[in-house]
Nanobody, 121 residues
Framework: QVQLVESGGGLVQPGGSLRLSCAASGRIFNIYDMGWFRQAPGKQRELVASITSDGSTNYPDLVKGRFTISRDNAKNTVYLQMNSLKPEDTAVYYC???????????????WGQGTQVTVSP
């Protein structure tokens, strides 16, 4: 069984920074794309950042230049460094990973439980 466990959320003032971490554990053969999504109350879940297994990254315009995604393949962990945070960044942040658990099966999508990020004075 595969688990994604997030940490690092919390309350921060506008302009501040937070670093989220997400560690994958369990029966893992290979991890492909990893990423972070967020969902604010009353809104759809949206992509925040993604990273391929070889380190190529992708960001939507709303976070480009402020957020940085990285990963440590040896630790099966993905990180999200968030700088210059704004009140509109307030949301529950979810870790996502495409994971292959055995050599004979294709990859599946896995999600973390979510971590709350609140940006407020």
């Amino acid at each position: 069984q595969v688990q994604l466990v997030e940490s690092g959320g919390g309350l921060v003032q506008p302009g501040g920074s937070l670093r989220l971490s997400c560690a994958a554990s369990g029966r893992i053969f290979n991890i492909y794309d990893m990423g972070w999504f967020r969902q604010a109350p009353g809104k759809q879940r949206e992509l925040v950042a993604s990273i391929t297994s070889d380190g190529s990254t992708n960001y939507p315009d709303l976070v480009k230049g402020r957020f940085t995604i990285s990963r440590d393949n040896a630790k099966n962990t993905v990180y999200l460094q968030m700088n210059s945070l704004k009140p509109e960044d307030t949301a529950v942040y979810y870790c996502h990973a495409q994971i292959r658990v055995t050599i004979v099966r294709g990859s599946s999508d896995y999600w973390g439980q979510g971590t709350q990020v609140t940006v407020s004075p």
